[in-house]
């Protein structure tokens, strides 16, 4: 008999959102916005708060039965409940469908992927709040555009990638993501919608990437001390646990990861070279 493999997956998203529910007292995956306050972890939640009314502000005219995209947690469904709106959810993990039929029981959750959904609707808005990125650029709009209500209107808070990023081969491995903005662009000249609202919060959202890598530095700093103490006193045991975790991941793995714990290069600044974080608002062209 086969063992069954493990979900390392589900296993880091759940070590993920119990440290940000202890840290904030939810289970926000998204963003924060830090526009007036000090990028630190005592103020994620507020960051985080922040950028939910920034995206809310462009919520049309409620109530709404709105299909959120990739719904993370569930934190911005039950705030949308909250307002008076009707939410059904779309999210592929089995992990985080539970997490959000636990935070949003008022929502209607679909574990699935969005190519797959079956659903008709018809729906006032589709939300991808950084879900966007994660779907074939030939799948997602059309999709919505079967989904929605006439006048229906797609609203997307996502990364995009600049021209400037030429590949993980030539650039290494870089924070943010998605779609190339330039090629969103063209692709939406396309299709049904045209833009009724857009905004560049690159700037405000980028130190999020630097309190993270502030968060893998204390960790390396306590792996890195913890096993320079026992290479020290204890050799032999260094020796054997180095060939212990080398039967689990290759000598690159290891090196990719303690660049990660140790480095400084994933930062505000790289991420703003790389990426746009953009807030589009579509509605049906004239």
């Known amino acids: 008999m086969m063992a069954e493999k493990i979900d390392t997956r589900a296993v880091g998203l759940d070590v993920g959102l119990a440290f940000i529910r202890w840290l904030t ?17 005592g103020n994620l939640r507020s960051a985080q708060d922040a950028y939910t009314v920034k995206l809310f502000g462009y919520l049309p005219a409620g109530p709404l039965r709105i299909l959120d995209i990739g719904g993370g947690a569930g934190e911005t469904a039950k705030k949308l409940l909250a307002l ?19 935070n949003a029981p008022g929502a209607v959750v679909h574990e699935c992927m969005l190519e797959d959904f079956a659903g008709t609707g018809p729906y006032d808005l589709c939300l991808f709040s950084e879900s966007f990125q994660y779907i074939p650029l030939a799948e997602s709009l059309p999709k919505c555009a079967r989904l929605l209500a006439p006048g229906g209107t ?31 662009r063209t692709t939406l000249e396309g299709s049904p919608f045209a833009v ?10 980028a130190p999020s990437i630097d309190l993270e890598q502030q968060l893998f530095n204390v960790i390396g700093h306590g792996v890195t001390r913890v096993s320079d103490e026992i290479r020290d006193k204890r050799p032999t045991a260094h020796w054997t646990l180095a060939r212990f975790i ?4 290759s000598k690159t793995r290891r090196a990719n990861l303690m660049r990660r714990l140790t ?24």
């Open 196 to 205: 009724l609202a857009e905004e560049d919060i690159t700037d405000a959202v």
């Open 84 to 102: 008076g709106h009707s939410v059904e959810i779309v999210v592929p993990s089995a992990f985080l469908a539970e997490r959000c039929r636990r």
């Open 246 to 249: 080398g039967m689990f991941l």
């Open 263 to 286: 480095g400084t290069d994933r930062n505000a600044e790289a991420f703003r070279r790389f990426n746009r974080y953009m807030i589009f608002k579509l509605g049906p062209k004239a």
């Open 154 to 184: 797609v609203l997307i808070a996502d990364c995009f990638r600049t021209e400037a990023y030429q590949g993980r081969q030539k650039h290494g491995p870089q924070p943010g993501g998605g779609h190339g903005l330039a090629r969103f």
């Open 25 to 41: 007292g939810a289970e926000n995956l998204h963003y924060g916005l830090w526009t007036g306050l000090e990028v630190s972890a």
